[in-house]
């Protein structure tokens, strides 16, 4: 048989060695300096990231939509950057504002609002796997970590004063005090938010749970890599040896001390100091190791950020977030496609956790490097790339009707359209809780309690702060949220499930909650607009939905109002499928 000489491309030898993995895939390889393509559609283009768009829809033979209207941009706006509505004098400002940079004011008056850091932060806390709890399943064991709140507070605070996204890393991994600001000294507690085993379980296992959540978490995170497959072999498909697992896990061996107990009974704790462990078990160690990074993101000996005086994740996190030698434009390009992920509903590689060889490939890998480039460029700041992401015409974009478009694109994966999204749990409570009025937006300070496994705490006027401040307990779950398709936060979670099951609708319909928020917005709507039909239906679609009711809508409101309550109209309201989807 013979072998063709291109099939050997990859085995040639180079610099000395074989070409690793890292040449022959896409997120390995540096940032590619792109040019913007050419607008050739300039009376829709907005921002250099159109340009990456047309490009795409032209060579698939799509074509982009016009801009939505001024309602639906308001509306997707908020829900896109605080989570919350608009208020019906702040849609009214707006629609009727008639200077030609009213949109682009509306959206830094979004990135300005402290609502935009609880928003934001929620994000955040479904990668950093945030819990509360130590997740163990016996009767007594998930105890409720004192303070663990205090990292979502700095997450929030982080996002609201646009600490640079390397920093934010940085503090994360490391943890030292980011510009003498107290406030976000809790970032350190990154490594420590995973779950436990049982007191009673073999201390030997505790430690390597512990650390492959940490290594796992940290890969995930930050990277998009799977670190967890190299556990006991070396990774299957991902440049990553079970050496280099191990040599991660030497950075966080000394973060905690774990009893040699089981129970009250000792053990004693096999590994002493960072070793390879065979087949991934404490039970068969082998060679010791030196903690150590990633060979495909790195062109630098360890020596480079492992400098005599830093402290070990000191030099991890500046591995992670060194541009010119280390993994900061992989770091940079995990970043960017969790925020475009959140703004469209999909990011430009559809697994915001997996950048490896099962992960998706980008959809526009120029664009994902060029916006990865832009965001280090202006100092990682977050705020300003999404400044340009949301001023660009493809998120302006309104919904089709292309029968033609959807055979070819269903998916939307080349952005010919703006698709519906379903908001996640937390937006869905916090939305019914504002428009009815009972929504308290104060920031900060320890969670409200939800209960325990046995017995959840109901819905009450005393709990009625944002869900981000809701108790994260593992074992319990609070009644509304766990409704609309929570994360999973034993470990980092990239993207959620969103989607209507009949529990929610029943919710919508049945729920006492649901009924006592629409009886407050009952009384808001007649505060606000008297006795007169019309303007009860049209106040309760600015409201709840953020625009005008159509003509028919105003017909059938009527009817329903003739034949039922203000209440019971308030409540068919707050239960239509557009009240938990934003176009």
């Known amino acids: 048989m013979r072998v063709r000489l291109s099939h050997l491309l990859p085995l040639i030898l180079t610099f000395g060695g074989f070409l690793t993995a890292s040449e022959s895939h896409w997120s390995f390889r540096p940032l590619k300096n792109v040019t913007v393509p050419a607008?050739?559609?300039?009376?829709?283009?907005?921002?250099?990231?159109?340009?990456?768009?047309?490009?795409?829809l032209d060579h698939e033979q799509l074509s982009p939509?016009?801009?939505?209207?001024?309602?639906?941009?308001?509306?997707?706006?908020?829900?896109?950057?605080?989570?919350?509505?608009?208020?019906?004098?702040?849609?009214?400002?707006?629609?009727?504002?008639?200077?030609?940079?009213?949109?682009?004011?509306?959206?830094?008056r979004h990135l300005n609002d402290p609502q935009y850091g609880v928003r934001w932060a929620r994000h955040w806390l479904d990668v950093a796997r945030f819990g509360e709890s130590d997740g163990i399943l016996n009767v007594n064991g998930d105890k409720i970590r004192k303070n663990a709140w205090r990292y979502r507070d700095a997450v929030v605070n982080a996002f609201n004063m646009d600490l640079p996204f390397d920093q934010f890393v940085r503090a994360q991994l490391y943890g030292p005090l980011v510009e003498n600001n107290r406030d976000l000294e809790a970032l350190r507690r990154f490594a420590h938010l995973g779950t436990h085993l049982q007191d009673n379980d073999n201390p030997n296992d505790r430690q390597f749970h512990r650390l492959d959540d940490m290594v796992a978490t940290t890969g995930s995170a930050f990277l998009g890599l799977t670190f967890g497959c190299a556990r006991c072999h070396d990774h299957p498909v991902d440049p990553m040896s079970a050496k280099e697992y191990y040599q991660f896990t030497a950075f966080f061996?000394?973060?905690?001390?774990?009893?040699?107990?089981?129970?009250?009974?000792?053990?004693?704790?096999?590994?002493?100091?960072?070793?390879?462990?065979?087949?991934?078990?404490?039970?068969?160690?082998?060679?010791?190791?030196?903690?150590?990074?990633?060979?495909?993101?790195?062109?630098?000996?360890?020596?480079?950020?492992?400098?005599?005086g830093r402290a070990d994740l000191e030099a991890l996190g500046a591995w992670?977030?060194?541009?010119?030698?280390?993994?900061?434009?992989?770091?940079?390009r995990v970043i960017v496609n969790r925020l475009w992920h959140h703004h469209f509903g999909r990011g430009l590689v559809k697994t915001p956790n997996d950048f490896g060889k099962l992960g998706g490939r980008p959809s526009h890998p120029e664009l994902l490097d060029w916006l990865a480039a832009r965001l280090i460029d202006h100092d990682w700041r977050i705020k300003s790339l999404q400044r340009l992401i949301l001023n660009s015409a493809v998120y302006r974009q309104g919904a089709a009707s292309d029968d033609r478009a959807v055979a070819h694109d269903a998916e939307n994966k080349w952005l010919w359209q703006r698709r519906p999204q379903r908001i996640d749990a937390e937006t869905i409570r916090d939305r019914l809780l504002s428009v009815s009025g009972r929504l308290k937006t104060e920031i900060g300070g320890p969670s409200?309690?939800?209960?325990?496994?046995?017995?959840?705490?109901?819905?009450?006027?005393?709990?009625?702060?944002?869900?981000?401040?809701l108790q994260v307990n593992r074992t319990a779950k609070q009644a509304t949220l766990s409704l609309f398709d929570p994360p999973n936060n034993e470990k980092s979670f990239g993207a959620r499930s969103t989607g209507s099951s009949p529990d929610s609708a029943l919710f919508a319909l049945n729920s006492p909650f649901s009924w006592n928020l629409a009886h407050h917005f009952s009384k808001r709507v007649q505060a606000a607009a008297g006795e007169a039909e019309e303007k009860q239906i049209r106040h309760c679609y600015l409201s709840a939905l953020s625009r005008p009711p159509t003509a028919e809508e105003v017909s059938i409101g009527r009817e329903l109002l003739r034949i039922g309550s203000l209440l019971e109209?308030?409540?068919?309201?707050?239960?239509?499928?557009?009240?938990?989807y934003i176009q």
């Open 39 to 56: 607008q050739v559609q300039t009376g829709w283009a907005r921002t250099a990231i159109d340009g990456f768009i047309l490009a795409k």
């Open 65 to 108: 939509q016009p801009q939505a209207d001024r309602y639906t941009l308001l509306r997707r706006v908020s829900a896109g950057l605080t989570g919350l509505p608009p208020t019906p004098d702040q849609i009214h400002a707006f629609v009727h504002d008639a200077q030609p940079d009213a949109y682009e004011r509306m959206v830094n």
């Open 253 to 308: 061996f000394d973060q905690f001390d774990e009893l040699p107990m089981s129970g009250k009974r000792p053990v004693d704790l096999v590994i002493k100091e960072p070793r390879v462990l065979h087949k991934g078990s404490w039970s068969t160690p082998g060679e010791p190791v030196d903690p150590g990074f990633l060979q495909a993101l790195m062109n630098k000996p360890a020596s480079h950020w492992r400098k005599e």
């Open 320 to 332: 992670m977030t060194d541009t010119g030698h280390g993994a900061g434009m992989q770091l940079a």
């Open 448 to 469: 409200i309690p939800i209960g325990n496994y046995k017995s959840s705490l109901p819905e009450h006027p005393d709990r009625f702060r944002r869900s981000i401040y």
């Open 569 to 580: 109209y308030c409540h068919i309201i707050l239960a239509l499928n557009e009240f938990i």
